[in-house]
């Protein structure tokens, strides 16, 4: 009774959601839909009610690559104790290129201060893209204590149409929830995992988490459930860094059974020297793994054969993934050797090497390239990095600290400088969980955010690239 009585008291005291079925229109609203609201949307995105007969939705159309991103606010009593939040809606989309489209939750406590939130994942395998019918999407999250407002909302990233309908949303105490048999031998490893390897293990109460965790997973055996604890104990360790992949997201990571989307590097030649801009890539799949360091190192290989004086490396826009291909593609601009470590809390170091044409790890290599490209003569090089640079794009700037006539110019990196191990877990899910600190090839070790040779600040107006301008003046200025 005390349960059933709990639930129906908060029920009461949350704010519903308003205008899920987007049929409430409002003339006097920005975008004409009761209770929604725009919170970025980039030139050339409009966001606004679609009808389609009787039945109206939420479109976003995006006419050039850009954000539209739209949500409304639930103020709810604050959070005491963690609580589960599912929401749930219908999306289809039309020629969605890019990323793609999905839900969106976000949590901030009564004085508006932000505390976390969740999308359908870094991953692009997670979101809708291409022309697809309408089909449910839902998205499970943990409210974390002190929550009293919840936003809810629709992303797209890309280019195209999407169109979002039906949104509901429900609030799941977890007071009263027990654990099977198989949630506690689920959590009990990964909890076991976390205490023997997590760099911020001694940061939480890993008995306190273990309870909360298992109350999550509950007594359904239900898979998702448990992958929403052994999330929600991950982030509860607060690197900011560890997270899990479901079994099917392992599989996509892998490629198994379809078609791998990534970005190559982009290369030109300006003024006299090689511009090489390096995206992040969210791949396992080793051909897609060949296939970008090939093309960056050919990309390499043409600006140099035009005679270039310089290189400019721009790792701004790198968020990370898999460091691989960037490495190698990137190797023959590198001293061949070791490029960087990684200590785990025990004290043992890994070290990431390139020579050759070969990237790898202490003794077992990992990619080889096609055709090893070697540059006639090392030539100076600046590497750009902005806060966006992060995880595996900060090990690909570390690789260049140290290196030959090399100077790095910008912004301090977004600060993810652990090292993600890998661990199994029963069903084929995989916790990928920040274990190691990264450090450069002598012996300094990162504990935050990478700061750059030369800090630069860029007008807010971006009239000038200023850390491009900084970095071409001083490769002026070599001989």
């Known amino acids: 009774m005390l349960v059933v009585a709990c639930c129906v008291a908060y029920a009461l005291t949350a704010q519903r959601l308003r205008n899920g079925n987007m049929e409430e229109g409002c003339d006097t609203c920005s975008m004409k839909l009761s209770g929604w609201g725009v919170s ?44 589960m939040f599912t929401l749930s809606a219908r999306v289809r989309v039309e020629q969605l290129t890019t990323k793609g489209a999905s839900l969106n939750v976000a949590c901030y406590d009564a004085h508006g201060n932000f505390l976390t939130n ?17 089909e449910q999407r839902i998205l499970k999250f943990i409210l974390p204590e002190g929550t009293a407002i919840v936003k809810v909302g629709a992303i797209v990233k890309g280019t195209g149409k999407a169109w979002f309908d039906d949104f509901t949303v429900a609030f799941t105490p977890l007071a009263g929830r027990v654990p099977d048999k198989s949630a506690l031998a689920y959590i009990g490893a990964a909890l076991d995992t976390i205490g023997m390897h997590a760099l911020y293990r001694d940061s939480v109460d890993l008995e306190a988490l273990r309870a909360d965790a298992l109350r999550i997973a509950g007594s359904d055996n239900d898979a998702g459930d448990h992958h929403l604890a052994v999330e929600y104990m991950l982030q ?63 990309g390499i290989a043409a600006l140099s054969a035009q005679g270039v004086r310089g290189w400019i490396v721009d790792l701004r826009q790198n968020t990370g993934g898999n ?10 601009l590198l001293q061949p050797g070791a490029l960087g470590t990684l200590t785990d809390v025990r004290g043992n170091v890994e070290r990431w090497w390139y020579r050759d044409g070969v990237y790898g790890w202490d003794d077992e290599v990992v990619l080889r390239a096609s055709k090893p490209l070697v540059l006639p003569t090392p030539l100076p090089i600046a590497v750009l990095t902005s806060s966006q640079t992060g995880s595996s794009g900060e090990c690909t700037t570390i690789c260049f600290i140290g290196n030959p006539r090399t100077r790095s110019f910008g912004q301090a990196t977004w600060g993810l400088t652990t090292g993600n191990g890998q661990f199994a877990l029963s069903d084929g899910a995989q916790m990928f969980l920040a274990s190691t600190t990264m450090g450069d090839r ?13 800090v630069v600040e860029q007008p807010a107006d971006w009239k000038y690239d200023a850390a491009l301008d900084a970095a071409l003046t001083w490769l002026k200025a070599q001989r």
């Not at 739209?70 to 709810?76: H, K, L």
């Not at 989307?261 to 793994?289: C, E, I, N, Q």
């Open 323 to 332: 460091m691989a291909p960037m490495v190698c593609g990137l190797g023959p």
């Open 40 to 83: 970025w949307a980039n030139a050339g995105v409009t966001c606004g009610p679609y009808a389609d007969g009787d039945d109206r939705s939420l479109l976003i159309d995006l006419a050039k690559e850009g954000v539209g991103f739209v949500e409304q606010s639930i103020t709810i009593a604050e959070v005491k104790e963690v609580m």
């Open 442 to 454: 002598n012996g300094k070790l990162f504990h935050g955010a990478i700061v750059p040779d030369e």
């Open 236 to 298: 509860a360790l607060g690197d900011h860094h560890s997270f899990i992949m479901r079994p099917d997201e392992y599989r996509a990571w892998e490629n198994e059974g379809g078609d791998v989307a990534f970005t190559h590097a982009a290369h030109r030649k300006m003024d006299d020297y090689g511009y090489v801009l390096v995206p992040g890539f969210m791949s396992g799949d080793s051909l897609s793994m060949l296939a970008f360091a090939d093309s960056l190192q050919r």
């Open 118 to 134: 969740k999308d359908q994942g870094l991953f692009w395998y997670n979101w809708v893209q291409g022309t697809r019918p309408w």
